[in-house]
């Protein structure tokens, strides 16, 4: 399969495990992979495997169900739940844990929930009932909202009016600059994200390199991809050298997707502040719908009314998310906090870094006795 | 047994096939019906004691009811040849129990009967009995059908998970995953499809019977995986049996169209259905004959041998890259692709 195939060839990929192996020095090196897409193909093809033991990847925060607060689920299903409207989000999300339910077991209750491929598809829902509000449950990354951006302009366009967007796009530098100011940040380097970089481009990490003197490559989703950025994140690190790269030619331009970023400017204006999973508050590091957009916007037709929910009770999910703590060293992990039955967000996307380290790793690791 | 299923109520995934369904039935279905008096194990089909007949029984809500390679009611039948077929018993006779939901039109259930009938004739065995009820409108999804398949024990058929041990080889009968990427293709809720795939839904008696004749105690299990695909097959086996399997992924067939597909929504092609596809569990000794013969009957061109049984003390499924790297195979959790047979 074109596309795949060259990028998963074994014994290019033996091939750079190889000159990992012969470059590295004698230190640890401790890399985050950003990108929640990066976590899971990891842990689906195994690479940790294929490096040197004080090669260290650790997951970040781009996991976009993972990050969101267990409050902005209750809220959505509060909108679900006590006006009379159709919420639509994607499958990702339908699984997350709000403090009480998911939107899957509100479903099954009666609400009426359903699950989009895209946006459009929720637009269309709308289109062919009049009669009834449709609220599309946004969520995700740079990669994710020109989408929904779309959706709204031709939203206008068209005149649909039964149609909002319960808004929780967020954007990734923010989070990074909040791991990079966390007292207990020690990292060496970064895997760049791949798809958000499609949309954004380079230049939105100048700062890792300039203020903060980390190396980051951005970098593409294959095994081969991931191995070689490595390669590159070695060699810089022991270089001591500092710069943005792209290692994902094939699909990010430094310059980022005019169309697209053009899109979200139009329809979006900066949240003075958000609430994350795991971070906290981050100032400027969300989006929202600015005018004349806004009689879009759910939040203010429905008068959304903040939740704080408190997160689940001994799970290290937060730790977990800005890489201060490894999925397994959560008490939780397996025991009561399972693919079936997550309890955190990590555990509910296949990007989450508890669910690819529970799917891919962890029975094999309990057989071979390395954990309890 | 004791329940201890202790979900608040039943969700779609406790019907894909995966850890859910298996909870669902170990938790709640097979304690509570066994307390009454029936006996315990609750699989697909059933030996019936004292004699060399097994039942077994089966039901069909695939939503669309028509699919590119077949419909509904061929599924209702191969469907339940097939539970017998993997136990090793040849399909005698099928009853069959209709729900249709008031306002489908006639020609809507003619054309499920229709498929049904050729499927019957097809692989000769008849259906002898049914039952037909109508529920209001809103209250089904156009035609349920319902099949229960009564067979006989080939007299070669040694089939058993206790038999299974390391060193003995993973056969599967041709490519994974066509089954659910038709099904999913089908409801149009993607904004792609594919001209080259269709459902592969078969009887697959001819091909075990082909194998118990000619290869006998060496086929050691058999499975058709349906729903929650070969991962959560090989699950049941692994943990049925007290062994690993080791599945080399290079060697596994998959069609392109359903690589593709799984690639861009994120699903594992070891999770999707299949039903028309076997695999087996064969000793060492036999099996490339036995995969020399299947590559020569139609029903297992693309035949592949793709993994083997391993010694554990957890039952697993572990999954080998082409380039050395393992990751674990785990059951179907969630539910990818509600209603798919």
């Not at chain 1, 159709?86 to 997350?96: E, K, N, Q, S, Y």
């Not at chain 2, 056969?171 to 499809?193: K, N, P, Q, W």
């Not at chain 2, 039903?275 to 009957?297: C, F, P, R, W």
Request: aromatic letters at 6%; hydrophobic letters at 40%.
């Amino acid at each position: 399969m074109q596309f795949v195939d060259e990028y998963r060839d074994p014994v290019l990929i033996k091939r750079l495990s190889a000159a990992i192996h012969e470059r590295v020095k004698d230190r640890q090196y401790r890399i985050m992979e950003i990108c929640g897409g990066h976590t899971h193909s990891i842990y689906r093809f195994g690479l940790q495997e294929l490096l040197p033991s004080n090669i260290e990847l650790i997951h970040g925060p781009g996991c976009p169900v993972c990050v969101l607060p267990m409050g902005k689920v209750d809220e959505a299903l509060v909108l679900a739940r006590t006006h009379d409207i159709t919420l639509t989000a994607f499958g990702d999300v339908m699984r997350v844990p709000g403090s009480k339910e998911s939107p899957f077991q509100a479903k099954a209750q009666g609400a009426d929930i359903r699950m989009v491929y895209s946006p459009m598809d929720a637009l269309k829902i709308a289109m062919n009932d009049p009669s009834r509000e449709v609220v599309f449950f946004a969520i995700g990354f740079e990669t994710t909202a020109p989408s929904t951006a779309l959706t709204i302009i031709n939203a206008a366009r068209l005149g649909i009016e039964n149609f909002s967007v319960f808004c929780n796009h967020v954007t990734v530098g923010p989070p990074l600059r909040a791991i990079m100011d966390n007292e207990f940040f020690d990292l060496d380097g970064f895997i760049g994200p791949g798809h958000v970089s499609t949309v954004i481009g380079l230049t939105p990490y100048d700062f890792v390199a300039d203020e903060y003197h980390r190396p980051i490559v951005v970098t593409g989703f294959e095994p081969a991809d991931l191995m070689e950025s490595i390669l590159w994140l070695v060699k810089l690190i022991d270089a001591g050298e500092a710069t943005v790269e792209n290692q994902y030619v094939r699909a990010v331009q430094r310059e980022g997707n005019g169309a697209a970023l053009a899109a979200m400017a139009e329809v979006f204006e900066e949240r003075p502040k958000f609430e994350w999973r795991g971070l906290g508050s981050i100032d400027s590091s969300a989006l929202r719908l600015r005018e004349p957009y806004q009689r879009f916007d759910a939040e203010l037709r429905y008068s959304v009314t903040p939740i704080k929910s408190p997160e689940p009770e001994g799970a290290l999910c937060g730790e977990v998310l800005i890489g201060q703590r490894r999925p397994e060293e959560c008490p939780l992990l397996g025991s009561s906090c399972r693919p079936e039955s997550p309890i955190g967000a990590l555990m509910v996307s296949s990007e989450g870094a508890c669910s690819a380290y529970y799917t891919y790793v962890h029975r094999r690791l309990v057989t071979n006795g390395e954990r309890p | 047994m004791k329940t201890w299923f202790a979900d608040e109520e039943i969700l779609m995934a406790h019907g894909a096939g995966g850890r859910a369904s298996r909870k669902l039935i170990e938790g709640l279905i097979a304690p509570v019906l066994t307390e009454h008096g029936s006996p315990a194990g609750m699989g697909d089909s059933f030996h019936i004691a004292g004699t060399d007949l097994w039942i077994t029984t089966d039901s069909f809500v695939v939503s669309p009811n028509v699919f590119p390679g077949g419909c509904l009611g061929e599924l209702a039948v191969n469907g339940t040849l097939n539970d017998l077929a993997v136990a090793g018993a040849q399909p005698l006779a099928l009853t069959s129990a209709i729900i249709v939901e008031a306002g489908t039109s006639s020609q809507e259930l003619k054309v499920q009967l229709e498929a049904m009938a050729i499927a019957s004739q097809a692989a000769a065995v008849p259906i002898v009995a049914g039952d037909t009820k109508v529920v209001e409108h809103g209250k089904g999804d156009r035609v349920y059908v319902t099949t229960t398949g009564v067979g006989r024990s080939h007299p070669k058929a040694n089939l058993d998970p206790g038999r299974v041990q390391p060193g003995d080889m993973v056969v599967c009968s041709g490519t994974l995953g066509d089954h659910g990427i038709t099904i999913l293709m089908a409801r149009g809720e993607l904004d792609f499809t594919s001209a080259s795939l269709t459902s592969d839904t078969a009887n697959l008696w001819p091909l075990v019977k082909m194998l118990l004749d000619e290869f006998g105690g060496a086929i050691k299990w058999m499975r058709d995986p349906t729903r929650g695909g070969l991962a959560s097959t090989l699950n049941e086996l692994a943990e049925d049996a007290k062994v690993e399997i080791l599945i080399e992924e290079g060697r596994v067939p998959i069609a392109n169209p359903v690589r593709g597909a799984c690639e861009i929504l994120g699903l594992d092609p070891f999770h999707i259905a299949n039903e028309g596809k076997l695999v087996a569990i064969i000793s060492a000794d036999y099996v490339n004959q036995a995969l020399t013969a299947m590559k020569a009957h139609p029903l297992g061109r693309n035949a592949a041998h793709i993994g083997t049984v391993r010694e554990s003390t957890t039952p697993m499924v572990v999954c080998a890259t082409e380039f050395g790297a393992h990751r674990t195979l785990d059951m179907l959790t969630g539910d990818p692709l509600p209603r798919i047979c």
